[in-house]
């Protein structure tokens, strides 16, 4: 009877054991999909930075040579614009970075 006894507390503490690793294994799964939501809005995050640098340095590009091409209006203008690029505050550039950090 005493084996019996210890056979049975050692089934129901089997199943304890079984049931608290199936809450951990289902807690250590949400941790996951919460990390690899945090992981896919940084890379977003990073690609919307790549891509308002890139727009912006694309624009400043272009400035500079039609600054630097074409007729003296033409020239004049975009050396204005550019001026004005340049002196501008670039938020959503500002943004993407710090979203980005």
Do not use: C
């Amino acid at each position: 009877k005493q084996r019996e006894a210890e056979a049975k507390a050692a089934a129901e503490e089997a199943k304890q054991r079984e049931s608290q690793a199936q809450q951990d294994a289902a807690a250590a799964k949400e941790r996951e999909a919460e990390a690899k939501a945090a992981q896919q809005e940084l890379e977003a995050a990073l690609q919307e930075l790549h891509a308002q640098e890139k727009a912006y340095n694309d624009k400043k590009a272009e400035l500079q040579r039609k600054s630097e091409e074409g007729g003296v209006v033409s020239r004049n203008k975009a050396a204005n614009e550019l001026a004005q690029l340049l002196a501008e505050d670039p938020l959503p550039l500002r943004r993407a970075k710090i979203t980005q950090e």
